[in-house]
């Protein structure tokens, strides 16, 4: 079983939506949890970070994190044809000094496609 | 300014071959970050320097890949006797570690990629 795991859709919805996207993770040493998008060809791009339970608001986006139950979410409300791209959670383990560790495990990814 | 640069951005190869996948970081940056990632999956640690050596490498599949950074900057992943199943995009990250008195967040990021096919 993966330590952290992401349905893959893929999504689609039309062009004003509210999407949920979610992730499970078993490893209780997760402590940073990120969301990054991923447009095709191109690299991760951050999207949220978040160190605790409870949610968290920028923009569009909100970020939700539950440690006691493992799961993690992020929602974009009003959603644009441009927020199509695959969307890929992300988690650390807490290093030295109370910072994140280097190390992210990622979640396999979910495709979105906002269509006008 | 300018982000994380990869080199090449695409490489094709033999079975058996050597290749070398070169990554430019964020100028300033003493976090760096390998990450592979397969064909519909999410990246996959490889290994992660600080400095100039390596402080987790336990992403490595096995002894033929390795990677340096002699500097502290620039870093370069070395694949031996490649196999196809090395094909996937190979994923360079940086990012700025801040002391104990400063921000908790260290965003990591990343470059486009190299997309090695290996034949």
């Known amino acids: 079983q993966k330590e952290v795991e992401q349905d893959p859709g893929p999504l689609s919805v039309p062009e004003g939506a509210i999407v949920s996207l979610n992730c499970t993770y078993s490893?209780?040493?997760?402590?940073?949890f990120m969301w990054y998008r991923q447009y095709s060809r191109k690299g991760p791009e951050l999207l949220m970070y978040?160190?605790?339970?409870g949610n968290k608001e920028d923009g569009r986006f909100t970020a939700q994190v539950d440690k006691s139950s493992k799961y993690i979410s992020l929602f974009i409300r009003d959603s644009q044809p441009s927020d199509s791209a695959t969307y890929l959670c992300?988690?650390?383990?807490?290093?030295?000094?109370?910072?994140?560790?280097?190390?992210?495990?990622f979640g396999q990814g979910t495709i979105l496609t906002v269509h006008p | 300014g300018a982000g994380v640069s990869q080199t090449p951005s695409n490489k094709v190869t033999e079975k058996g071959k050597y290749v070398e996948l070169r990554c430019d970081p964020i100028s300033g940056h003493t976090a760096l970050y390998w990450y592979r990632q397969s064909l519909g999956q999410g990246p996959e640690f490889l290994i992660y320097f600080q400095g100039t050596g390596a402080a987790d490498d336990s992403g490595l599949p096995n002894d033929r890949f390795f990677a340096v950074r002699p500097e502290g900057s620039v870093s370069t992943l070395k694949i031996q006797r490649t196999e196809r199943g090395d094909s996937a995009v190979y994923l360079c990250?940086?990012?700025?570690?801040?002391?104990?008195?400063?921000?908790?967040?260290?965003?990591?990021?990343f470059g486009p990629g190299t997309r090695l096919l290996v034949l």
């Open positions: 992300a988690m650390s383990a807490a290093g030295a000094g109370g910072t994140s560790y280097g190390k992210l495990t």
């Open positions: 990250a940086s990012s700025f570690q801040m002391g104990l008195a400063g921000a908790l967040q260290e965003t990591q990021y």
């Open positions: 978040t160190y605790s339970s």
């Open positions: 490893n209780s040493a997760f402590q940073y």
